[in-house]
């Protein structure tokens, strides 16, 4: 029995999400006594770069907290300063958004600030519990989060609809819970690996497996539990749209790790596992990019992109490798933080001038406002994958662990040519439609009416901080790198 | 249904008799799921529902997990649906019975769903489960401590779910003052 002291002691490796978790409730206590919601601002941007703050802390611990429930050890660290500091971004962004009706401000920053505690959660849990429970956090407080804007009916039906792809691929990943509880008698995931360490495996596994696939397949947009991502990336809030794309895309590959990386070496379905994985991937990205390319309005496009990107993630994936896959997840995923942002903070620009979020809102911009067009213009190269951008590393890892992998001569090798071959040809495509966006930019004349884009203090500290960093990924990798490595999951 | 037979000889009641109970618990699942999701009319459906979540709670009594059992019932049964019927009740639209339940994609759908139960039946019956000798009766008792023992961190965590939920389904369902 471990006693309330020792219970005591363990909290603090909770600390960024315990600050994180005081904060939207103290915030969700003071909206009801401060009339005015701006006023809440500063406390959630205090909150969010405290978390970030205790999450640079060097407290881990690899022993497992609260009854085997969580993990605080390094990996789970990563995805805390992750989640702060994507947190801390959206906050800046939403400060200037100006659909965002003022009555709400007090729910929105604190129902926002609890998500960033649920993606942490999700990043350290060991126990099937705790990773449902975390999961369904998350997912509650996005589908609240995106029907904010009480006046637009694309807001209130992409909330519905992305509430109910969520609820059934929840039900059917809790079914794969359950299975696997049934084939290996315990919610922990160090013991069900255990379980299947010594024992054959069975199709059991396989589809209970697959089923939870679906529930974490939904929160990263893998095909086919992409279909919310359109509508809910549009009718949302475009700060929410960001942290769709980022924070809460990055909770569901943080879980997927750990699930993969604890419970999957005692498998003995690797190579059928991995080629499911693998087409999947291959799925996702040539989905998300093909139709990305006949999209018009902004954040429909970027948000087939992050369909794509979400398909490139993956693809790191089916090299089951410690060595490699981690890293190269992870510092994709770094990268994909601060182009993707950046890139919402010009949708956000946009749409606060001309009230709409078309690709021909964009024409001229180069004229209008030459800082918006460079920036933007940086993040779609990013985006892309042109060296020496951020965007280019993450991807040029992920290409690396493939031919890696093949040259290795690890199972499934000939396998991993193809995917990487596959993964060149949509970065191709991908190309296209980025490209289109800069077209309207530089190569097309504004239309008359179109004022000027005005960039508010908030605004453009979010567009300087996703600037320098996209930069600094790509051109000195080498201390993030090795921040990345350092964070992995210890080899099993 | 073999385990459930297994575990009825050994409580020493007759297995035709817990059989015929598995197969109206059963029953009333697969009846109740079916008009759930088939009926037009909105109010019949969520009846149907309460019919399912009342097997589920069969099911749970026969695994001779009987807090489940009373817990199911006073929760699903006796509060849930009892909401979803003043919900239906409440929202005008939705009690009239012109919402179909099918559209073109219904026959693909169903096709879909009996691939799935196929694949998944034959993977449960092929399973070889283990069958543990005695039923696992968890007395209430041990559950409390458990709560604030192995599973007081999500017990915390749930608290912070339900007031999100809470606060959003306020924020999401309430009337404009605009539109008064």
Redesign the interface.
């Known amino acids: ?2 006693g309330a002291s020792e ?1 005591w002691q363990q909290m603090r490796y909770l600390m960024p999400e315990g600050l994180l ?1 005081c904060a ?2 103290v915030i ?1 206590l003071f909206d009801l006594v401060v009339k005015k919601g701006r006023s809440l601002y500063p406390l959630a941007m205090l909150a969010t770069a405290g978390a970030a703050a205790l999450a640079l802390l060097p407290l881990e611990s690899s022993e497992p907290l ?2 085997g ?2 993990q605080s050890d390094a990996f789970a660290r990563y995805f805390k300063v992750f989640s702060a500091l994507a947190g801390f971004l959206v906050v800046l962004m939403s400060m200037d958004y100006k659909p965002l009706p003022a009555r ?1 401000v007090g ?1 929105y920053l ?2 926002l600030v ?1 998500a960033l ?1 649920a993606i942490m ?1 999700l990043a350290e849990s060991t126990n099937l ?2 990773i449902f ?2 999961l ?2 998350l997912s ?2 996005s ?2 989060l995106v ?2 804007l ?2 637009d009916k694309k807001s ?1 039906e992409a ?1 519905l609809k992305y509430f109910l792809f969520g609820a059934m691929c929840t039900a059917v990943m809790l079914y794969g819970f359950a299975l696997l509880y ?2 290996s ?1 315990s919610l922990d995931l160090p013991a069900i690996k255990a379980a299947f360490a010594n024992r054959q495996n ?3 596994t396989c ?1 209970a497996m697959l089923f939870i696939l679906a529930g974490f397949g939904f929160k990263v947009a893998m095909v086919p539990f992409h279909a919310w991502v359109p509508d809910a990336y549009e009718g949302a809030p475009t700060p929410i749209t960001a942290f769709l794309s980022v924070g809460s895309k990055a909770g569901g590959f943080a879980v997927l790790l750990r699930v993969f990386f604890t419970v999957f070496p005692g498998l003995d379905y690797h190579p059928y596992w991995l080629a499911v994985v693998g087409v999947l991937a291959v799925f996702t990205m040539t989905v998300g990019n093909v139709i990305a390319c006949s999209q018009d309005n902004l954040k429909r496009l970027l948000g087939y992109s992050s369909i794509a990107q979400a398909g490139y993630v993956l693809l790191g994936f089916v090299v089951m490798d410690g060595r490699f896959t981690q890293p190269a997840v992870m510092i994709y995923l770094l990268a994909y933080l601060f182009m993707n942002l950046g890139a919402f903070v010009v949708v956000i620009v946009i749409a606060n001038t001309t009230g709409q979020e078309e690709i021909d809102d964009l024409a001229g911009l180069s004229e209008r406002s030459p800082l918006l067009a460079w920036s933007m213009f940086i993040f779609l190269l990013s985006l892309a994958g042109v060296p020496p951008l951020g965007g280019w590393i993450g991807k040029y890892y992920i290409f690396a662990t493939l031919v890696k992998g093949y040259l290795e001569g690890l199972s499934g090798g000939n396998l991993m040519l193809w995917f990487a071959v596959a993964l060149a040809v949509n970065s191709v495509i991908a190309a296209y439609y980025y490209f289109r966006i800069v077209k309207a930019m530089f190569f097309e004349h504004a239309r008359e009416r179109m004022a000027r884009p005005v960039v508010g203090g908030p605004l453009l500290t979010a567009l300087y901080v996703s600037l320098i960093l996209t930069f600094a990924v790509g051109l000195w990798p080498q201390p993030f790198l090795n921040w990345v490595s350092r964070m992995a999951l210890p080899l099993l | 249904m073999d385990e459930i037979l297994a575990k009825s000889a050994q409580s020493s009641a007759p297995a035709l008799w817990v059989g015929a109970a598995f197969a109206v618990s059963f029953g009333l699942v697969v009846a109740g799921s079916l008009g759930a999701a088939l009926l037009k009319n909105l109010l019949h459906a969520v009846l149907f529902l309460a019919l399912a979540l009342l097997g589920v709670a069969g099911l749970f009594l026969m695994l001779s997990s009987t807090f489940l059992f009373v817990v199911q019932i006073l929760v699903y049964v006796g509060g849930v649906v009892i909401l979803l019927i003043f919900g239906v009740m409440l929202t005008s639209k939705m009690a009239q019975p012109d919402i179909p339940p099918r559209n073109r994609q219904t026959l693909a759908a169903a096709l879909l769903a009996l691939l799935l139960f196929c694949a998944t039946a034959y993977v449960l019956t092929t399973h070889p489960w283990m069958v543990s000798a005695e039923p696992p009766a968890v007395p209430v008792a041990e559950i409390g401590v458990g709560l604030l023992q192995k599973y007081v961190l999500p017990f915390e965590i749930v608290s912070v779910v339900l007031l999100v939920a809470m606060v959003g389904a306020i924020v999401l369902a309430r009337r404009e003052p605009e539109s008064k």
């Open positions: 029995m471990v219970l978790l939207g409730l969700l609260f009854f429930m969580i709400f729910e604190g129902i609890l505690a959660l519990l705790m429970l975390s369904e956090f509650l407080s589908y609240i029907g904010f009480r006046n209130k909330s049934g084939a008698g069975t199709p059991l589809l």
